[in-house]
């Protein structure tokens, strides 16, 4: 049993380290590899970051920072009353109350580690615990609150490292009959979309619902429902109970699913030494792309300064001298520059006309941004992209 190496993205920074000088001293940088567990299959980074140097009380990030997210939180939370009809929820990553706040009419607990984003649910009344999600906090929530029918979590068991502990927290806080919804990009998806961004310090995993199989095998939990997502690329969304609870049916979707994967050669190593192949070629058409962009003297501006973007910039070594600067919704990015590759941020006022191309850092949110940017296609503008393949569109 044992962690293989198939994939060296390079130095790359903390991804939330969005900085007030584009000088910055004493950048910290770790090296970004991808590795593959032999027994459970799972594609982790080879060395996780320090969970305190990225997880803090600046953390940038606010879930709430598009529509798309926002309306599928809301229809969510609707579909989770209607089919569970719980009368307690806790979130475990909670960021800016996006969720939760959809259950202000039950018991709704909040867990987020970054203080800045857990005085923003405080405010909004809704009880959250400022800390990382670990057996001890499980059990001090369950003394004062008793255990959840649901616990939810949505981008963040990826971000955790000690993933056995994580799930046993959850079946200590977990109702006899309760219920586990998991929610994180699908592995499946980024192997097929070539999407190699959505590795950084913060995704210590990126999932397949074989390795969640696995991981969980021992514990006292298993998977009896998924969905897949479009959000954020492509994610999966996956149910978890306790083995001893028989009010739920284990879905036929669990063995389609994990025959989809098995169909793609995702327990196999040669699939991510194929992948890793792909990545490096993929990086060397995108220079050729903005290479040839800047002969010509066009302009380029990065949209939507994303955690994600950040290993495609450091990466493809891409800096301010393609990209002039990025535009950004979210107001703790604006003003700052992108860790590592130090190019500016602006606050979005929309993208203004001298501009001639736009780096979609936010490729997952292009359907919203094309909606939005309607002026900028007509007249003439264009965007480039890295996923599935580097091309302008
Ligand atoms: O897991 C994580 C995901 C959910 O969120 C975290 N580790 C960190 C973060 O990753 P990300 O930055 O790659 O996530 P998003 O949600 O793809 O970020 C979108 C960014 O683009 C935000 O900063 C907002 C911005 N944006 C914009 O400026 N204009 C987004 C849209 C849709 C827009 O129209």
Request: overall charge neutral; charged content about 25%.
């Given at each position: 049993m044992k962690k293989i190496n198939f994939l060296n993205l390079g130095k790359h920074p903390?991804?939330?380290?969005?900085?007030?000088?584009?000088?910055?001293?004493n950048e910290f940088f770790y090296n970004l590899k991808l590795s593959y567990h032999t027994e459970t299959k799972l594609i982790s980074l080879n060395n996780f970051v320090p969970p305190k140097k990225m997880f803090?009380?600046?953390?940038?990030?606010?879930?709430?920072?598009?529509m798309t997210m926002r309306k599928a939180y809301a229809d969510l939370a609707k579909k989770i009353k209607k089919k569970f009809n719980p009368r307690s929820i806790l979130e475990i990553g909670s960021n800016d109350g996006v969720f939760i706040k959809h259950f202000s009419d039950i018991q709704n607990i909040g867990v987020e580690p970054c203080k800045n984003l857990a005085d923003l649910t405080t405010k909004m009344k809704i009880k959250t615990y400022d800390k990382f999600w670990t057996f001890l906090l499980s059990k001090k929530i369950n003394k004062k609150h008793g255990k959840f029918d649901v616990i939810y979590s949505a981008n963040t068991i990826s971000h955790i490292h000690k993933l056995d502990e994580t799930f046993k927290a959850i079946e200590n806080s977990l109702n006899e009959e309760g219920i586990f919804i998991l929610e994180d990009p699908s592995l499946l998806k980024s192997l097929q979309k070539l999407s190699?961004?959505?590795?950084?310090?913060?995704?210590?995993y990126v999932f397949s619902i074989t390795a969640l199989r696995n991981i969980t095998k021992k514990s006292g939990l298993e998977i009896f429902n998924i969905e897949e997502l479009n959000t954020h690329g492509g994610s999966n969304r996956v149910y978890f109970k306790k083995k001893?609870?028989?009010?739920?049916k284990i879905s036929n979707n669990v063995k389609r699913h994990l025959s989809t994967e098995k169909k793609y050669g995702i327990h196999k190593f040669r699939t991510y030494q194929i992948f890793a192949k792909n990545v490096n070629k993929s990086k060397e058409s995108l220079i050729k792309i903005f290479q040839s962009i800047k002969k010509k003297k066009k302009k380029i501006i990065g949209y939507g300064a994303t955690y994600k973007s950040s290993t495609v910039l450091n990466f493809c070594k891409i800096n301010k001298n393609y990209i002039n600067y990025f535009v950004d919704t979210t107001p703790t990015k604006s003003g700052k520059f992108t860790p590592g590759s130090h190019i500016p941020i602006k606050a979005y006022?929309?993208?203004?006309?001298?501009?001639?191309y736009a780096f979609l850092g936010a490729w997952n949110f292009k359907d919203e941004i094309y909606k939005k940017e309607k002026k900028f296609i007509k007249r003439g503008g264009k965007f480039i992209t890295h996923v599935p393949y580097p091309r302008i569109l």
């Open positions: 903390i991804t939330n380290n969005f900085l007030s000088t584009a000088n910055p001293k803090n009380n600046r953390y940038a990030h606010r879930a709430s920072a598009s190699y961004d959505q590795f950084y310090d913060e995704h210590a001893t609870n028989k009010k739920f006022k929309g993208i203004s006309d001298d501009v001639d």
